[in-house]
């Protein structure tokens, strides 16, 4: 039997136009994102760079600076004193946030907690409450004349510390942060705990652990990189905080200055100020050191990993 040889009647095309084409079709799909990426991300911090070698003045309008807005930021205390306490709510908060939502992660994950769906539900529905409306909630909450705390003094006849003073006002809004993003960690947390391999607790089981043994032997390193995730977020949430001190402002104006926080100066400067210029240049050297301290938690959080 003769074996027939089918014949070809086209060609192969050279190797070179075969990755061109599929270059081009790569940039097809890519493109649409990199020219959203380069519309709201890239050219925002250009224009904002721009703006900082400037300077609006009343006599002579606008005129070339240089570095002399950076250099006017690194020497404003106004600045720095904002950044210091974002810090200070950053080294407070996050350990306490993250805290609590992993062991309410833990808890789900045992299997020992009754209406495990309920309380999973219940602790992430904060987080669905828009942060205007969680804020306004927690301010009426924390008034002293027409709020549950000034309701409580009246009804027993005790004087309860104001929510609201100068010295509190702080600890007030991490506890609005915290009510807020518990449930978003536990959900990250325990979405990882959920995936980590059966065969480890056996083989703790086998090896005689307990539960805590197990917690910290196994799930806590088993979720490291979550871990690692939810900390770095909560690092730039920290120093991105803004909705919470200006919505209550008006309510503690005292306590919370134009200057509260990094976010609220800029905010000043901008619409209040009319200082766009200088507000790019604390825009920027805000950015700068949120990525800094972001970076370094991830470096460290690595190198544990490894």
Do not use: C, H
Not at 235 to 252: D, K, R
């Amino acid at each position: 039997m003769t074996a027939v040889t089918p014949i070809t009647t086209g060609r192969r095309p050279p190797a070179g136009v075969s990755r061109s084409r599929r270059g081009r079709t790569g940039w097809v799909f890519v493109g649409p994102f990199m020219a959203v990426f380069a519309l709201v991300f890239l050219a925002p911090i250009a224009y904002s760079l721009y703006l900082s070698f400037f300077r609006d003045q009343l006599v002579g309008g606008t005129s070339f600076v240089g570095l002399d807005n950076f250099q006017r930021a690194f020497e404003d205390e106004q600045f720095w004193a904002a950044v210091g306490r974002v810090l200070l709510f950053l080294v407070v908060q996050v350990p306490v946030m993250l805290g609590i939502a992993l062991l309410i992660a833990l808890a789900l994950d045992s299997g020992r907690l009754y209406g495990k769906s309920f309380f999973r539900i219940a602790v992430f529905l904060p987080y669905a409450v828009p942060a205007v409306v969680a804020t306004l909630m927690w301010g009426f909450i924390y008034g002293t004349r027409f709020g549950l705390v000034g309701n409580i003094n009246e009804a027993f006849g005790v004087s309860l510390p104001d929510p609201l003073s100068p010295s509190l006002v702080l600890v007030s809004i991490g506890n609005i942060v915290t009510w807020e993003f518990i449930g978003y960690n536990m959900l990250i947390f325990y979405s990882a705990l959920r995936v980590v391999p059966k065969s480890l607790y056996e083989a703790a089981e086998i090896d005689g652990a307990g539960e805590w043994r197990v917690i910290t032997a196994v799930k806590i390193p088993a979720i490291r990189g979550a871990l690692v995730i939810a900390t770095i977020f909560s690092v730039i949430g920290s120093f991105q905080l803004f909705n919470e001190p200006s919505i209550l402002q008006s309510l503690a104006p005292n306590a919370i200055t134009t200057y509260f926080t990094p976010n609220l100066y800029t905010f000043t400067l901008s619409f209040s100020g009319r200082q766009q210029n200088y507000a790019a240049t604390v825009s920027l050297v805000m950015g700068v050191v949120t990525m800094i301290i972001a970076y370094a938690v991830q470096l460290r959080g690595m190198r544990k990993e490894a």
